[in-house]
């Protein structure tokens, strides 16, 4: 009973092929939450493939139907003994639209295929692979250590987080108490890059928004109307170009982050972005200036122009459009004051001249970090050198949005998130997959971190 044994263990389980058959058996559940006919397969995969998991390692298991009716919840408790640490953990089971056709080599993505060190599938990476890894690494301490774990283990898995996790947070309040832990421990979105370990704290924020010009019915024809209509399209460049400069800098001070702490430089003071070769080159020149790579992802905010319309691209008309909008999404760092964005950027075009385009905004993702100080962070990162010798890279947030908010603020809990995916996976897109690579260094990663929390005493932090 050791350690190295439980390491061991999950590696075993790696090579001999059968945590590639659970993945593949939990992708061929089509969970698209976007779905409103997928709603069946989505309880299947919690009733049929994660509470036997569970189950078999000693948790009791039940499912909580969402407040909405959107989407159920499974939540998992083991409970060993009172003076053992209790940690909380989270993965969803939801992912989004298969894309079927639209995969390289007609692949089903609701297969998994090995391709050299690559497993494709819709979900690999984002969850069902992440949560995967964690529940085989559970089960090898669990028998490392004789049918138990040395701690007390909730799970709360939710088939919503593709479409914004809307219950969540009422659920997880809810169950306050039930909730109850020392520690927020998870895995989601991805490591800072393929060959290294990263730990990131908490998660920018995300705030879409809608820009409309709206000048009249129809379009006219540019030969007898142009230099006498204003053109909405142009209208809606001119504001964007207010907003951003062509090298993708903040113009409206409203839009920008708090100065950055001299805490967080520190902490990103080694950390390097350097993209695989087949991931997309770094612009050089772009994004805020004075700010490092690191600083300008994981310590800034970014606007980005998600979408344009006006006219027919793929058959123009020699007229001008009538109409005009824009997608905007406004990726955002803790202290940003974003109820205030949207009312600033009207203000802003009012007094531009620009009243015709209206502002307004959606879908916002709140900003949040766990405490840097947290004794919990060079726990942590010290597990996963024992396990692998290298230096984890410890992040104040990731670049992209997670309902961290709920476990970090809502329920107070410090948050660690510990990705087992790299930025190049294609996530959200045709050849979602996984790195064979990173997924055995992580099923390590994992097995360490549990039979470390096991040898924990509960007052530590």
């Not at 159920?72 to 003994?81: C, I, K, R, T, V």
């Not at 690494?137 to 593709?162: C, S, T």
């Not at 992802?297 to 793929?314: D, Q």
């Not at 961290?404 to 045709?430: K, M, R």
């Amino acid at each position: 009973m050791s350690r190295a044994e439980a390491i061991s263990r999950v590696g075993r389980h790696f090579h001999g092929g059968e945590f590639l058959i659970e993945l593949g058996r939990r992708v061929a559940y089509q969970t698209e939450s976007q779905n409103p006919h997928r709603a069946d397969a989505l309880r299947a995969y919690l009733e049929d493939e994660l509470q036997p998991a569970f189950s078999e390692l000693g948790f009791s298991t039940r499912q909580i139907e969402s407040p909405t009716g959107n989407s159920p919840f499974l939540l998992a408790e083991y409970h060993e003994s009172p003076s053992a640490p209790t940690v909380l953990m989270y993965g969803h089971g939801d992912v989004v639209d298969g894309m079927e056709g639209a995969w390289r080599g007609g692949l089903d993505p609701w297969r998994t295929t090995r391709v050299d060190d690559r497993v494709y599938g819709r979900g690999t990476a984002d969850n069902k692979g992440q949560h995967s890894i964690n529940l085989s690494a559970l089960r090898a301490v669990h028998q490392a250590r004789g049918d138990r774990l040395g701690f007390n283990a909730k799970f709360i898995v939710e088939m919503g987080e593709e479409i914004g996790s809307p219950d969540l947070r009422q659920v997880c309040e809810a169950l306050r108490d039930e909730l109850t832990a020392d520690l927020f421990l998870a895995s989601d979105g991805p490591r800072l890059a393929a060959d290294r370990p990263t730990i990131f704290l908490g998660c920018r924020g995300g705030l879409r928004i809608h820009l409309d010009v709206d000048l009249r019915e129809g379009s006219h024809h540019s030969g007898n109307w142009g230099g006498l209509l204003a053109n909405p399209a142009t209208i809606l460049g001119g504001a964007i170009a207010s907003l951003i400069d062509e090298k993708g800098r903040l113009l409206l001070d409203e839009l920008k982050p708090p100065r950055i702490s001299n805490q967080i430089r520190s902490m990103l003071g080694g950390v390097e972005i350097t993209p695989l070769p087949d991931e997309p080159k770094i612009s050089p020149d772009w994004g805020e200036e004075g700010l490092t790579a690191a600083e300008r992802l994981y310590a800034w905010n970014t606007l980005e122009v998600l979408a344009m319309s006006a006219g027919n691209i793929k058959s123009p008309a020699n007229a001008i459009p009538g109409a005009a909008q824009a997608v905007l999404q406004l990726r955002f760092v803790v202290g940003t004051e974003i109820g205030k964005v949207a009312p600033a950027i009207q203000r802003h075009f009012d007094r531009s001249g620009l009243s015709m385009v209206r502002v307004s905004a959606t879908q916002s993702f709140a900003a949040s970090r766990t405490d840097l100080d947290s004794p919990w962070i060079d726990w942590a990162v010290s597990s996963i050198k024992k396990t692998t010798g290298k230096q984890a890279a410890v992040l104040p947030n990731f670049g992209g949005s997670l309902p961290n908010d709920v476990f970090s603020e809502a329920l107070g809990l410090p948050t660690i998130w510990v990705p087992h995916s790299y930025p190049g996976c294609s996530q959200h897109a045709p050849d979602e997959h996984i790195l064979l690579s990173v997924t055995e260094e992580a099923l390590a990663i994992m097995a360490g971190l549990f039979w470390d929390l096991g040898d924990t005493p509960r007052a530590m932090p």
